[in-house]
């Protein structure tokens, strides 16, 4: 009997012939401009950590003096006993800077997205989003089943028709875009995008991973850039690109933010966990 996993060697073997196979990078230095991959010194141009935080002597300092005082780990999912005083006020931070009511924490952007998706909409309701959008927009979908209409990139004509021919279609409609797109580095055409979704009532949602700590006064992000305050309900961001760690959020309204609170933890207590809660969701 062959060994059961024995088709994914079939499968890296044929991406080497194909010469599509990828090998992972070993940074051996610290994240800089200058950085050491794999015994080789080299100009890292393909990196997220925009302002260089990843090695700022204020976030080092502050990590450390918080492993100190409560250790490396919080014991337990947010849901259950892990919710740290740390965690309540990255959050009141994030939200004043993002200039919104409330902000709700993950553990990497990619849950912001997928678990925020996945719970605002239902099989019956409506994703309408750029082609371009990023994957975790895309599973977040998946994961609640709604129906996905997807627009060229940037056509904000497109998603304008196709908010208007479900005008009469019952369900919800969620109109997103990235902020600025991850392969291509453009800016999305925001203030034309909210347009559309007021005028056709939908929900209007922006990642802006990649534009926070980039546009913006101060690094707010694509929303204040365009002064689009207010008219965005929901705002996903990432810790993990120009703040120069690890993590992911969601602001908006103190209602969405107790909404995903309560949300994921009626999943945690069906014996699932943030984010694997995204599972329990549509069914
Ligand atoms: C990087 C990225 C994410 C995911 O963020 P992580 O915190 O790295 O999981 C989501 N959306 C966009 C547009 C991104 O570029």
Same mark, same amino acid.
Request: with cysteine; proline share 3%; charged share 20%.
């Given at each position: 009997?062959?060994?059961?996993?024995?088709?994914?060697?079939?499968?890296?073997?044929?991406?080497?012939?194909?010469?599509?196979?990828?090998?992972?990078?070993?940074?051996?230095?610290?994240?800089?401009?200058?950085?050491?991959?794999?015994?080789?010194?080299?100009i890292?141009?393909?990196?997220?950590?925009?302002?260089?935080?990843?090695?700022?002597? #204020?976030?080092?300092?502050?990590a450390?003096?918080?492993?100190? #005082?409560y250790?490396?780990g919080?014991?337990a999912?947010?849901?259950?006993?892990?919710?740290?005083?740390?965690?309540?006020?990255?959050?009141? $931070?994030?939200?004043?800077?993002?200039?919104?009511?409330?902000?709700?924490?993950?553990?990497?952007?990619?849950a912001? /997205?997928?678990?925020?998706?996945?719970?605002?909409?239902?099989?019956?309701?409506?994703?309408?989003?750029?082609?371009?959008?990023?994957?975790?927009?895309?599973?977040?979908? $998946?994961?609640?089943?709604? #129906?996905?209409?997807?627009?060229?990139?940037k056509?904000v004509?497109?998603?304008?028709?196709?908010?208007?021919?479900?005008?009469e279609?019952?369900?919800?409609?969620?109109?997103?875009?990235?902020?600025?797109f991850?392969?291509?580095?453009?800016?999305?055409?925001?203030?034309?995008?909210v347009?559309?979704?007021?005028?056709?009532?939908?929900?209007?949602?922006?990642?802006?991973?990649?534009?926070?700590?980039? *546009?913006?006064? /101060?690094?707010?992000?694509?929303?204040?850039?365009? /002064?689009?305050?207010? $008219?965005?309900?929901?705002?996903?961001?990432?810790?993990? #690109?120009?703040?120069?760690? *690890?993590?992911?959020?969601v602001c908006?309204? $103190?209602?969405?933010?107790?909404?995903?609170?309560?949300?994921?933890?009626?999943s945690?207590?069906?014996?699932?966990?943030?984010?694997?809660?995204?599972?329990?969701?549509?069914?």
């Amino acid at each position: 009997m062959s060994h059961p996993l024995s088709y994914l060697h079939d499968q890296l073997e044929g991406w080497k012939r194909e010469g599509t196979y990828q090998r992972l990078r070993v940074l051996e230095s610290e994240a800089a401009a200058e950085s050491r991959f794999d015994g080789k010194e080299v100009i890292n141009l393909a990196s997220n950590n925009y302002l260089g935080l990843t090695t700022h002597p #204020k976030l080092r300092e502050a990590a450390l003096e918080a492993v100190r #005082k409560y250790g490396v780990g919080s014991g337990a999912v947010r849901t259950i006993s892990g919710t740290m005083r740390l965690h309540m006020q990255l959050e009141e $931070r994030i939200a004043a800077f993002k200039n919104v009511e409330a902000c709700v924490v993950f553990q990497s952007g990619f849950a912001a /997205n997928a678990g925020t998706v996945s719970a605002l909409l239902t099989p019956d309701d409506h994703i309408i989003s750029d082609e371009l959008n990023h994957a975790s927009i895309i599973d977040g979908c $998946r994961l609640s089943k709604a #129906k996905i209409h997807v627009f060229p990139h940037k056509d904000v004509g497109a998603a304008e028709k196709l908010l208007a021919g479900l005008d009469e279609a019952p369900g919800r409609k969620l109109l997103i875009s990235d902020g600025v797109f991850s392969m291509d580095g453009d800016i999305g055409p925001l203030p034309g995008l909210v347009e559309a979704a007021e005028k056709h009532g939908a929900i209007m949602m922006v990642d802006d991973a990649h534009s926070s700590g980039v *546009l913006g006064r /101060n690094g707010r992000g694509t929303i204040d850039h365009f /002064n689009l305050h207010g $008219r965005v309900q929901v705002q996903v961001g990432t810790l993990s #690109k120009a703040i120069g760690v *690890l993590g992911g959020y969601v602001c908006g309204s $103190r209602d969405l933010i107790e909404f995903l609170y309560h949300f994921h933890f009626a999943s945690a207590g069906r014996g699932c966990r943030l984010p694997g809660s995204l599972r329990c969701t549509g069914g």
